[in-house]
């Protein structure tokens, strides 16, 4: 191999490719690995056309207990192997239901992995099991690798902390809820966007249920009048983010 082509390999940038299974459901393929976002399918009347047994998982990262980012944990962790990041509580939760797995963590955080670097943020919301019982702190994640950085927020309102994520890293894109009810709202994720210093910004958290309907096309339109993005994925679809 010549100096040139050692370079240019090095520092060529792969694709990340984005796929939505619903609500606040993501998968991330990044450098050949398959990141899952809060499992929520087969109780997702909106999800019926996916097929739960041909969800991808390496790594399975799971943001609060709240069933509607939980339920299909357990599922796909066993079908797939995937090694589950999330709180001790929740970790320790799969594990009472057979996930051996796991790889527990809490705010603050990095875990240095294959494919990159996870490092566990804040989310303003709560997080407790669908029996009610304690599941920790919620929280966001960021996702580092030399293919680009993403933010994952969570189900969060709108906090000053998200200003740090901005000052820490680049952000090349985000996931924010955009639902409004139980997270922030679309205005609110147009500043979270700027906190972040990321205009591209995937929503998520909406229209699954009834108390977090939006209107989206308007949803869109104010992102874009302000020269920010806001990108909403059909069910199912995939797209490539750089
Ligand atoms: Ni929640
Ligand atoms: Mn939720």
């Not at 991808?56 to 599922?75: Q, W």
């Not at 709180?87 to 796991?102: A, T």
């Not at 997080?127 to 293919?147: C, I, R």
């Given at each position: 191999?010549?100096?040139?082509?050692?370079?240019?390999?090095?520092?060529?940038?792969?694709?990340?490719?984005?796929?939505?299974?619903?609500?606040?459901?993501?998968?991330?393929?990044?450098?050949?690995?398959?990141?899952?976002?809060?499992?929520?399918?087969?109780?997702?009347?909106?999800?019926?056309?996916?097929?739960?047994?041909?969800?991808?998982?390496?790594?399975?990262?799971?943001?609060?207990?709240?069933?509607?980012?939980?339920?299909?944990?357990?599922?796909?962790?066993?079908?797939?192997?995937?090694?589950?990041?999330?709180?001790?509580?929740?970790?320790?939760?799969?594990?009472?239901?057979?996930?051996?797995?796991?790889?527990?963590?809490?705010?603050?955080?990095?875990?240095?992995?294959?494919?990159?670097?996870?490092?566990?943020?804040?989310?303003?919301?709560?997080?407790?099991?669908?029996?009610?019982?304690?599941?920790?702190?919620?929280?966001?994640?960021?996702?580092?690798?030399?293919?680009g950085n993403f933010y994952y927020a969570g189900d969060t309102a709108l906090?000053?902390?998200?200003?740090?994520?901005?000052?820490?890293?680049?952000?090349?894109?985000?996931?924010?809820?955009?639902?409004?009810?139980?997270?922030?709202?679309?205005?609110?994720?147009?500043?979270?966007?700027?906190?972040?210093?990321?205009?591209?910004?995937?929503?998520?958290?909406?229209?699954?249920?009834?108390?977090?309907?939006?209107?989206?096309?308007?949803?869109?339109?104010?992102?874009?009048?302000?020269?920010?993005?806001?990108?909403?994925?059909?069910?199912?679809?995939?797209?490539?983010?750089?």
């Amino acid at each position: 191999m010549n100096i040139r082509t050692f370079n240019r390999d090095k520092f060529r940038k792969n694709s990340v490719k984005v796929t939505y299974y619903g609500h606040s459901c993501f998968g991330v393929e990044i450098k050949g690995k398959h990141l899952l976002f809060d499992p929520f399918i087969t109780y997702n009347e909106q999800a019926k056309a996916i097929d739960v047994k041909k969800v991808k998982a390496d790594y399975m990262l799971i943001s609060h207990g709240h069933e509607d980012h939980i339920a299909d944990a357990v599922t796909i962790a066993k079908n797939t192997g995937a090694k589950v990041i999330s709180s001790w509580e929740i970790v320790n939760w799969l594990k009472g239901q057979g996930v051996e797995n796991g790889h527990p963590m809490n705010i603050g955080g990095k875990i240095k992995l294959d494919f990159g670097d996870i490092k566990c943020v804040t989310a303003q919301h709560s997080s407790s099991f669908p029996d009610g019982s304690y599941a920790g702190n919620p929280m966001g994640f960021v996702v580092e690798s030399t293919d680009g950085n993403f933010y994952y927020a969570g189900d969060t309102a709108l906090t000053y902390d998200m200003k740090l994520i901005g000052e820490y890293r680049k952000i090349n894109f985000a996931f924010l809820p955009i639902g409004d009810n139980f997270t922030m709202g679309v205005e609110n994720a147009m500043i979270a966007s700027d906190f972040i210093n990321c205009r591209r910004i995937i929503g998520m958290h909406y229209n699954t249920f009834g108390y977090i309907k939006i209107d989206t096309k308007e949803a869109v339109d104010k992102f874009q009048k302000s020269g920010r993005e806001l990108m909403l994925f059909g069910i199912g679809e995939t797209r490539t983010m750089n």
